[in-house]
């Protein structure tokens, strides 16, 4: 197999005896844009004057500047690490085209905690580069004042990144910066990487047009040298000036600070104004810092940090809470920080502390960190009656938020009435969609209704014998007919679309007015206390007025005299003991001892009453037991009387069993007769009658169911009841009297009268213990009365 032909080289002028694949393919990329920037002319008139430098005052407070070597350095200790560093410089730019250069020259590594890697969600180390205007804010691209490319590839406007650069890490990056009028690039930013352009030029916000522009830059973990010429680090491809070099009438140059800095202890009264106060200075005052907790979570905000809970849900102003979940920003390690190094830098600062600038020792604690040092201290006084200036502003102020809670309101229920519509829209929708079905249905009914009529029509035709002609004409009728129809179905369906109901337009929210209350307020109510309300119910009776011997150079009363603000301390004071709970109330001495007094006797009484308690329940327990052993006996006494009863009832039952069949013998025996036996004729024992008849039908002889009529003669006879014979048994008429026939007979034969109720003695089986009855006579009463 032969080798395939070589490609041969291009010639100088671009052309090949052979057009080869590679060839195109080189042809198809883009070719390098033409750089449109020329070489700068010559500066005409005197240059700036002085060092091009950042002033402290220019810089976030964890910034270091080197004596030499033109570098900044961030601070790292603790939270520090994850709080960007940002530096203005002195010069602005007016006009003019001209550069200024920077360079990583230092990556701080650090041991960082898992969890904080997975909470801080931006890069450990980064570097951005800009213009920003005067005052503005000291991080490029966070605010409408600033723009820059950041170390990714972006460029940066009031927080929006634009992916439109080269990334860049340990290279010389320059920013070239044209304003100059008639160019082709002016009002433009453009950003080259070691002498090559890396961005297009990128136009400038309108807001900044006009306004002079200062070289800004903001790092986090690198250590960053800077350079503003005369020379530069890396050879554009064309000739630009330095901002070292720049022309005096295209740059403003801000004075240099003089003089020792000056540290503010403000000492307000809580939610009086003390952070509106704060604001409305540091406005007019841009050189001064803040050192507050406030002010660091806006720093770590504006550095990229999120926070779970969000940066407006706080408990107080003066000490929020930082709960970002990592340890080295929760554990304020960073104010320590600050309070240490701000005292050696310098700088003006307002220390903001609202409880620390009310309390003597916490006052003169925070003073001592600055003492020593070049830094006048000074304590400013806020209290009683703000001025005019104040009162507008916190009516503004109060005004603003007010508007933003209807605002917010509004956007709501607007959002509620969209999703409404949308609902009914939708609902809207699924009935134009069944019309429609039902409507195309009818049609394609109609239309085959037609086509069989057509069919039909044509069929008659054909048996009538119409011409072709006369066919055709009648095919085409019948066309029409149908697109006569199908167009119908058309122009309703349009209709319906065009009845369909447009979105009515978002209104404006409503304005917000103050009522008449809100505008005699003096300070406006924030949503927010300055502290919580356990912090200023254990504290405000301990406020003072700072003085001279804590360590102040000056102290300044800007709203009233010393006097005034001495007597409404104290009338404040006085009106809030009688509505502010004692949280730290502590016993004295005295009160101790009555008071372990009590608790000894109130022990005893406690003491006493369970020992009555429990007698109660002893006394209690025991009556229940009675009463169970009483119920017990009352029971197994019912038992024994049921069972006894029973036995008699048994007995009784047995009794009257034969009872019934002596009486059938007595019956038998009725006929017979048998004479009377008396003792003396010789009759029954112990003088009893047998005779049959006296004794009853039934009774058998030699038995007594008869009562016995005792003689008159013998004196200790006695009655018996029928009830007590052995047997139980009784004449015929069971339980009855003697009858008084038979008592008269009984008297007539010579027998006394019963004596009912005597007590008869009897022995044992009922028998009677009187041997001396002369004589005795059972009667029958039937027996009697039958003779």
Known sequence: MAEPPAKKPRTEAGEAETPAPAPAIEAAEPEPEVEKEADAKPLSGPSVSGPVTFYTQDTTMNVMKSSAGNMLVPLTDGGLTYLCAGARANVGIKSGRYCFEFKIVEFLNFVEDTNARLRVQVPRTQLRVG??????????????????????????????????????????????????????????????????????????????????????????????????????????????????????????????????????????????????????????????????????????????????????????????????????????????????????????????????????EERKELVSKFAGLPLKKKAVVMMKSPPAAFKKRSQELALKQKQEAVNLEHQAKLAEEKRQRLAEKKAKELEKQKAKVARRVEKEKAVIAKKVEFEKKKAEAKEAGLTEEQMKEQEAQNA???????????????????????????????????????????????????????????????????EKDEGFDEISFDWAKEGACQSFMKEWKQQLKTTTRVEDIKPGEWFNGRFREWQKTLQSWHAKANGYKALIAKKAAEKQAREAKRAALAAAKEAKEKAEAEKKAAAAAAAAARRSSWRTRAIARRGRRTPLRTPASGGGPRGRASCPSCWGAGAPPGRRSAPRVASSVSSSSRWRSPSSLPWGGAPPRVGTAPRPAAVAVATAMGAAAPRQGAAAREGPRGRSRSRTTSHSLLVDNQSLETR
């Open 131 to 360: 213009v920003a205007t005067e005052g503005s804010c000291l991080f490029v691209g966070e605010t409408v004042d600033s723009v820059g490319f950041d170390s990714e590839g972006h460029f940066l406007h009031n927080k929006t990144k634009t992916a439109c650069s080269q990334k860049y890490a340990a290279d010389v990056v320059t920013v070239v910066l044209n304003l100059e009028e008639g160019s082709e690039n002016a009002n433009t930013i453009s950003l080259f990487k070691n002498g090559q352009r890396a961005s297009p030029p990128q136009p400038l916000p309108d807001n900044l047009k006009g306004k002079a522009l200062f070289p800004a830059v903001t790092f986090k973990n690198v250590s960053v040298q800077y350079n503003f010429g005369p020379s530069t680090l890396a050879s554009l491809p064309f000739k630009c000036h330095t901002v070292a070099e720049a022309a005096k009438a295209d740059v403003t140059k801000l004075a240099e600070p003089k003089g020792q800095g000056e540290a503010i202890f403000p000492v307000c009264l809580p939610d009086e104004g003390t952070f509106d106060w704060l604001d409305m200075f540091l406005e007019q005052n841009p050189s001064y810092a803040e050192l507050s907790d406030r002010a660091i979570l806006q720093w770590a905000e504006r550095s990229g940090i999120t926070k779970a809970t969000g940066y407006n849900v706080r408990s107080s102003n003066d000490k929020p809470e930082m709960g970002f979940g990592v340890m080295h920003l929760d554990d304020y390690s960073i104010r320590r920080a600050l309070q240490s190094v701000v005292p050696l830098q310098g700088r003006n600062v307002v220390v903001m502390e609202v409880k620390s600038n009310l309390l003597k």
């Open 480 to 546: 029409q007919e149908l697109e006569a129809i199908m167009a119908d179905s058309g122009s309703e369906d349009a209709a319906a679309e065009e009845a369909a109901e447009e979105d009515p337009m978002d209104e404006d929210p409503p304005t917000a007015e103050l009522t008449d209350e809100e505008k005699q307020r003096t300070f406006r109510k924030l949503q927010v206390p300055d502290l919580t309300t356990y912090t200023f119910n254990t504290n405000f009776m301990k406020f003072s007025l700072p």
